[in-house]
């Protein structure tokens, strides 16, 4: 009989905890049933001694404790980086200090050789960050054009220049400090929000012109597309959901769907996402989604995409080729 293969997963805490993560519980239970699996929080990482907090998947759903881990893997799914913990309580100052951290210990193991494989592949999980915008020739892969400033003023002369835009974290996620900045008013307020901040600055912001028009994501698996959805009228940091929103299936039967995809499908392998989604805003992309992208889109109770076979399939089948 073929050794059951060891899987690693990197979870939200709340799963452990009972919370439904459709997408993380639906990768959980598939994969418990192939491989040897441990699920870890991410929360519960011991940087210091190189260990994680391990748990096992038993009857019901429920998750019991299996202590403290080295980790050691055939494969290593990090399904979430945690963007929502609280960092200090963790032993970070910073939140980019927490995430680097990560990154860090990820490659360490696979350095040592106790981890065969990570996905997404720290180098790769890296490129997620919106700072990885500023390299890239905007133009040439259709990205809105990305800023990192070293000065509040050269952020006071980017709104005047472009009259609306957009901070947002360089790590975060759900639209998560996020603020569109359209007048001196709204900049000063910026200002002191991180003249009072402890834990952020603004090397943790990137910044582009404000772009309005509707939402666009393609999600992919094993770096090719698997499904899209498309929404109008979503609700933004800065606002409610419209009145007229409507959500709908983004695939090769819309109109301008195949000049998207070429686009993203040219982002996804210029970065090595493995799993993820490109995240359009009008014709531009907005931003890259690496592992933890929710792969389920909803209005209200009804289900409109659900991607979540494509991506439990996809690493079922990669344990089963270990």
């Not at 910026?190 to 901040?197: H, I, S, V, Y």
């Not at 834990?199 to 309005?212: G, M, V």
């Not at 992208?293 to 089963?320: G, H, K, Q, S």
Request: a positive charge; charged letters at 25%; aromatic letters at 10%.
């Amino acid at each position: 009989m073929k050794e059951r293969r060891r899987v690693l997963i990197t979870v939200g805490p709340g799963l452990v905890a009972g919370k439904r993560h459709m997408t993380q519980r639906a990768l959980v239970t598939a994969l418990d049933k192939c491989a040897d699996l441990l699920v870890l929080p991410v929360g519960g990482y011991d940087f210091a001694a190189g260990r994680v907090r391990a748990y096992r998947r038993v009857r019901g759903g429920r998750f019991v404790e299996a202590g403290m881990v080295v980790p050691t893997a055939d494969l290593w799914i990090v399904y979430s980086d945690g963007y929502y913990l609280d960092h200090r309580a963790l032993g970070f100052a910073r939140r980019r200090d927490f995430f680097r951290a990560q990154m860090d210990f990820h490659q360490g193991h696979v350095d040592a050789g106790r981890v065969a494989r990570v996905v997404n592949e720290p180098q790769v999980e890296a490129r997620t960050l919106k700072s990885w915008f500023a390299s890239l020739d905007a133009g040439q892969y259709r990205v809105i054009p990305t800023h990192v400033f070293s000065s509040i003023d050269d952020v006071h002369d980017f709104q005047k220049a472009r009259g609306e835009i957009v901070a947002k974290l360089d790590w975060g996620g759900a639209g998560g400090g996020a603020r569109r900045l359209r007048c001196d008013s709204d900049l000063h307020r910026f200002e002191e929000e991180l003249g009072a901040a402890t834990d952020r600055d603004l090397r943790d912001y990137c910044f582009q012109p404000y772009h309005p028009g509707d939402e666009k994501r393609l999600w992919f698996v094993g770096s090719r597309f698997v499904a899209g959805r498309k929404s109008h009228g979503r609700a933004t940091p800065w606002s409610g959901s419209a009145r007229d929103y409507r959500v709908c299936v983004y695939d090769g039967n819309a109109e301008g769907f195949a000049t998207d995809l070429a686009a993203a499908e040219r982002l996804c392998g210029l970065s090595g996402l493995d799993v993820g989604s490109i995240d359009f805003i009008g014709a531009s992309i907005n931003e890259i989604n690496g592992c933890g992208t929710i792969f389920t889109e909803y209005r209200d109770w009804d289900c409109i995409v659900d991607a979540r076979p494509a991506l439990v399939n996809y690493f079922v089948e990669m344990v089963r080729r270990t």
